[in-house]
T-cell receptor, first 112, second 113 residues
């Protein structure tokens, strides 16, 4: 039972354009969400997060939007750069302690 | 600088062997986690610990064990390696209070032949 889903395994975007990565979750009790970025042969690194009391959080070129009624969050990258090419995981904080529940990941390719 | 390291980075072993993957963090974090990454499944939690002598099973714990004898280390042991355990393994840690952001190690690629 996948509680956090990223339905797009891959996304290709032109440099300078917007990248939109999507994530859906099933448990309305989840109250904190994170995005991680992963390059090949490296561990994931934290990118940006959002609490359920907000609907938007922005950090430079990265913005995360949360739609609680739809149980959906998205990550916007504007403008996209070739160095953004990586696998992006969304994650939600589970109901118990500091455990994170991850989605399957979306591989973003930004073409020059 | 504080960091989290994993060793070995690559390991090939045979079916039935016992294998231990090391994880060491210098963040002084109480929380430590082990994940495996497989195509189509993302990161799945194997075991986790909230402090010394504390260990808990995650989503995919069968065939794995951990022990926490100090704050810095959480070794992951595969009791009898199986081909289904071929994967990339990541260790992570986080602070007790602000436990949301986890810091990951570089990963160990394990192949069971």
């Amino acid at each position: 039972d996948q509680q956090v889903k990223q339905n797009s395994p891959s996304l290709s975007v032109q440099e300078g354009r917007i990248s939109i990565l999507n994530c859906d979750y099933t448990n309305s009790m989840f109250d904190y969400f994170l995005w991680y970025k992963k390059y090949p042969a490296e561990g994931p690194t934290f990118l940006i997060s959002i609490s359920s009391i907000k609907d938007k959080n922005e950090d430079g070129r990265f913005t995360v939007f949360l739609n609680k009624s739809a149980k959906h969050l998205s990550l916007h990258i504007v403008p996209s750069q070739p160095g953004d090419s990586a696998v992006y995981f969304c994650a939600s904080l589970g109901n118990q302690g500091g455990k994170l529940i991850f989605g399957q990941g979306t591989e973003l390719s930004v073409k020059p | 600088d504080a960091e989290i390291t994993q060793s070995p980075r690559h390991k090939i072993t045979e079916t039935g062997r016992q294998v231990t993957l090391a994880c060491h963090q210098t963040w002084n974090h109480n929380n430590m986690f082990w994940y495996r990454q497989d195509l189509g499944h993302g990161l799945r939690l194997i075991h986790y610990s909230y402090g010394v002598q504390d260990t808990n099973k995650g989503e995919v714990s069968d065939g794995y064990s951990v022990s926490r004898s100090n704050t810095e280390d959480l070794p992951l042991t595969l009791e009898s390696a199986a081909s289904s355990q071929t994967s990339v393994y990541f260790c992570a840690s986080s602070e007790s209070q602000r436990g949301y952001e986890q810091y990951f190690g570089p990963g160990t690629r394990l192949t069971v032949t």
